[in-house]
């Protein structure tokens, strides 16, 4: 199954995104973020659609410090 993570710089920053997400409805879920990507932030948030991730990235919703597709190969950086 493919999924797109977007990570943070801190804490503060990814509760700041997921209360933009909810503001404007948008069907997402908090989730640790793997350790294998990232340990600057312990919570991540998933979208399963690209076109959410497009709308995130095309019209800056959230400040994030990157965004990745996770598919059957494993994780790579979209942004």
Known sequence: ?????????????AMSGEKKLKEIGMN????PTPTTITQSC???????????INRVINEEVIEFKAIYKRDSNGYELVK
């Not at 997402?28 to 989730?31: A, E, K, L, S």
């Not at 312990?42 to 690209?50: N, Q, Y």
Request: proline content about 0%; glycine content about 4%.
């Open 1 to 13: 199954m493919k999924y797109y993570i977007i990570v943070f710089k801190n804490t503060h920053t």
């Open 42 to 52: 312990g919570i991540c948030i998933r979208l399963e659609d690209e076109d959410s």
């Open 28 to 31: 997402f879920r908090i989730m």
